[in-house]
């Protein structure tokens, strides 16, 4: 049983207590920690049996019967929060992503280096039933050598603009999924980004510096090309789908809805939107990352989404930045 | 170059003549005959570049030039023609159904043993390539021995009040087509029908004797069972579907659009409704069947759908209106 | 909190209990019997939690701490523990059948007459997220009025042989599902029953008397016709769909898969295989039926599963096998 | 009725002499030429009636019976031929790309303003069922302003290394369609233009200094942006789909295939390869690029691909290439 700790009690945290605590075995939430802990949070945690409950973080660090921990605060304190839990010999799974700053990151890589403890980051889309199928068809070599990756990301609604201001715009808050998710299906790092971008859903965006509308072109490093289309709005919901497309053939994954009913009448035939956003379209995915975070640290083997895929995803975000306001492709070698 | 007459210039006398003239090679229109013929249709006639246009049909039959006639007549006078174009040497392609009479049909097959050219009833469907695709699969063993047939035929609206009392009945003017369907996917006769029918579309339909909403069930020679659904009213137009299961497997088709558009928007994910109605969906087949018949003609091959498919489909039609009256499954052999 | 106490240790008591323990808020099980319990079950079921485990069902009855009791034991005692455990002042979730005699049926509603607990019949498929979006799309009209109901149901492999000879017969085994969802779809009871059947699948079934594959048309109290389609082995796994036809429009599901990945390569584009079996393609609906029994409880509110909806099922099932014997359709009041 | 003299007897031409000459009414072949013409060629066209055969392309611009020449001569010749015809007063159908050359285009141009006979470019993929169906969903508004557009075009197997080294490079040759497609589905011009490209299907290729792999991306005149993939190899056929994403929702279509049919087994659910290459995919497009030519001969309205078409899809071209060459987004500003 792995006796995990979670630090930060807002959406994310409170998604991770009430999927470890329902849906993953051999884990249990032991305590949670958040600065703003209110009695109705607490109220909320206690409902799943969670005794320890803190203002504090580092009572979490220090108490000997936590595992591990999962780092669930604000963007900014993960890495800095992620080195101490290192040191303290906790595991550690850590929410996306791990810094906006490539040198906060290598300081988590050197961290671990002399604590090897697991470090997990929390792409949790690499465990969707739709995009591990993709990867598996790619693995087992049903595609042949990639070509082609595409992944189409919307979001059903922006953000409100004042989270846009501190999201480190578009690329590193809602795109780093895309930029994991293109080295996980074809299993390879990314050597260039080039980026055409638009501010179309709402001028607001435009006013803070960022962008809403975006085709990314990515060079991989395996040879492979892939594009990431994404917007902050689609008027139908969530969108999440990806392609492969190899010497072999291709593999592709359409949208999940609640339902496969399709109502046929005069006006057509019309089935149902995808799942709204990511709560209920990652549900299952939230959980399975979990599941096989806690195998690791059970059985010793290795995180399925380690310190360098978050070094990675974030390092293509900022090449993507970089390509937008230099209107040119970017190596990520420029980036460090 | 095979020399056509087509008898009876009506709305499927028109649809060959114009499908023979554009999109079958080595056939050609040489003459046309219509008790009715007026001005118009012969101009229409004309359009074709067809020169010999009739009232008497006997025209066409003494007609030396006039190697195939199509039968296009009104229902009541398929068998007699048929019998009279055979005795007159000429290869007979006739509309479906060849008769209501047993003993009717009987004399055209005895007429085709004295004289034996080619002969075919017009069931177009069995060229329509997605029915076609699943006999393919069938003959080619891909689903095992058939077990379950199932065919869904709905009309996108009814009929003319007028013209459901001189149909014969739904079963022998609508659901014929699905009986043929059933023997032809599965490539064996019928031995038992039963059918549950009402009245749902429209009480008019019910006042004249006949019903608008069946559901038929069929134990075909070899063993395996059949369901078709009808309804003479679908909201959505032409619905086409069949599907057969078998020991290995199943094959299924579903319908035919303009186009594969979908569009996603806050109401859901809409595509098109099916094709409209039979002159649509079943275009290509009309042409696919009469480059069939001139293969036989030309080639002096068998012709895919005989006087035998003719003579199956109507004791089937006959022995569901007999399950309609007396309410109980009715074996094919007390028809005669 | 409704405490609940499972009779019946076998595969879906189990499911009840793992389900109840993980995905139900509002309900525990407290206590489980059986009476082939032994050393492996006593410590599954202590994996959850459950202190009280019995030989003997009559404890849990005995035992006021217990609110409900699900009733998961051999069909043959269904009918007599639900009679004890009403009498008891227990609620009741009892798997189907409630019994293969209309008499034994007859006792438990005259039972509940007696003491109005709440009685709730385990037709788990109503709360699959598929045929409740058909169910709700005809109860907001748009469909319009139902005229023709299709299901499709086959199993993906025969029981053994020595199931067959206590199961009842297909009609009280497996259609008795489809028995319940055709009523379900469209809210009403049926009238009229005719079975086409045979023995395709395996010689064995059919020397035990049974059948293994069956088309049941069914005319329904409210004017629609239904058919059924079974097979007890589908060579692609578990075929479960359904579709209702109306004046305005129809409303189709088709299978769930794990993902919705496609290869498209040079033998096509493959999609995945229905879900295996009903513990894979029904888990949801497992906890779904719960959710509501346990409100239903709680808020002493309507159960959506009654013993009208069991004794009707039956009912079907009796006279589809009347209907095999005596071939012809027969009428429900027929079965007495 | 429309008499038409096609010029150059080769694939393309043969494709348009028996598509103009069995589905399009209101047009005849009268004349045909090639310098290569055989007696084989001779036979095939003599076939479909035309009597005027020549080696020289010149009698048929000095025949006063022809009101319209279709240039489907080899790519060098397009625009000199198309200025003589021009200046002769023949109506003009020009085969994709009109030139290479903006230079030559350009004397196209000026020789329409000098002699404003109708000039349509056989940019066929708009007549396309699909596209067309997407084009209309843009143009009545259900998709809202378009923001995102994306084309897959993916040829089932490269042309011969020969035809690569006068083929212009992929972006004039194959990709030229897409630009053009792009232009069409959002109603707009191209501003800028950047392409990732590789070589991966056949170092052939890359031999000739082409690439076989490539994503291109356009910024719009209108504000949206528009990734076009293209291969140069699909194992499973002809990739030829598109979508559109706007403020209101999103329009997509999927490939053209045999049948609908379906096979469901022990390996999965698998349906039919997309329709093999251009001429089955689009041959209903040749047909209606024709027919709504020769509606605007006759009717002496707008031609629906005029010269401004042809320009752009090559100035997007040669806008692709540089920007390969030069690894930077290219303004189509600078191509002249």
Redesign the interface.
Request: one cysteine or more.
């Given at each position: 049983m792995v006796r995990i700790g979670i630090i930060g009690a807002g959406r994310i945290g409170k998604v991770h207590l009430e999927s470890i605590s329902?849906?993953v075995k051999g884990a249990k939430v032991v305590a949670m920690a958040d600065p703003f802990m209110n009695d109705e949070t607490e109220a909320f945690i206690k409902g799943y049996g969670v005794e320890k409950i803190y203002k504090d973080y580092k009572q979490i660090l220090a108490d000997p019967d936590v595992d591990a921990v999962f780092i669930c605060s604000s963007t900014d304190t993960h890495s800095s929060i992620s080195v101490e839990a290192i040191n303290a010999g906790k595991h550690v799974f850590c929410e996306k992503p791990v810094d906006h700053s490539i040198e906060k990151i290598q300081a988590v890589a050197d961290a671990l280096k002399a604590h090897p403890v697991k470090f997990q980051v929390g792409f949790n889309r690499r465990f969707d039933?739709?995009f591990?199928?993709?990867r598996k068809?790619v693995d087992d070599g049903?595609?042949?050598?990639p070509?082609?990756v595409?992944i189409?990301s919307?979001d059903p609604e922006p953000p409100n603009p004042a989270y846009i201001s501190v999201s480190g715009g578009i690329f590193l808050d809602m795109t780093i999924h895309d930029f994991d998710m293109a080295c996980f299906l074809v299993n390879s790092d990314v050597e260039?980004v080039?980026v055409?971008?638009?501010v179309?859903?709402d001028p607001a965006i435009g006013e803070q510096g960022d962008v809403d509308?975006?085709?990314i072109?990515?060079?991989m490093a395996n040879?492979?090309?892939?594009?990431i289309?994404n917007?902050r709005?689609?008027?139908?919901g969530y969108?999440q789908r990806a392609e492969v497309?190899g010497?072999?053939?291709?593999?592709?994954?359409?949208?999940?809805t609640?339902?496969?009913?399709?109502?046929?009448?005069?006006?057509?035939?019309?089935?149902?939107?995808p799942l709204f956003f990511f709560l209920e379209r990652y549900m299952g995915a939230f959980a399975e990352e979990v599941r096989q975070f806690v195998d690791a640290v059970e059985n010793d083997t290795e995180v399925p989404v380690g310190i360098h895929a978050g070094m990675q995803s974030v390092k293509i975000g900022l090449a993507a930045k970089k390509s937008v306001a230099e209107?040119?492709?970017v190596k990520l070698s420029e980036i460090c």
């Open positions: 329902t849906r039933h739709n591990a199928a993709i068809a049903r595609i042949g050598d070509h082609i595409k189409t919307r260039e080039y055409a971008s638009a179309l859903v509308t975006a085709i072109t990515l060079k040879g492979a090309l892939c594009v289309d917007s709005r689609a008027a139908y969108d497309f010497s072999k053939g291709m593999v592709a994954t359409s949208n999940d609640v339902s496969s009913a399709v109502v046929a009448d005069a006006n057509g035939v019309t089935g149902e939107k209107h040119r492709p």
